[in-house]
């Protein structure tokens, strides 16, 4: 991947906080530092993510997201 983001917590560090993280998807902030904490994010916030990366201009997709955790499987 073109984008050397390498793990679903990488994903989340790309925000400036992870309060900022849990604000943009909807999540309580305690939910998104254990997401990074297990380097796994549930799959049923994907979709929130992508759109919230995209406001943010993460670079972030479905594809990036399902890759990853596969990868971690």
């Known amino acids: ?4 983001i390498t793990s679903h917590a990488q994903i989340i560090k790309q925000w ?3 309060q900022d ?3 943009d998807i ?7 530092r254990q997401w990074v904490h297990r380097d796994r994010i549930p799959a049923k916030y994907w ?6 990366a995209k406001v943010r ?4 997709s ?3 997201l ?4 596969a990868k971690a499987a």
């Open 57 to 60: 201009g993460y670079p972030v």
């Open 66 to 69: 399902a890759h990853l955790a």
């Open 21 to 23: 993280f849990a604000a």
């Open 1 to 4: 991947m073109a984008n050397m």
């Open 26 to 32: 909807g999540v309580h902030d305690d939910s998104a």
């Open 47 to 52: 979709v929130a993510i992508v759109q919230a």
């Open 16 to 18: 400036p906080r992870s």
């Open 62 to 64: 479905l594809e990036l």
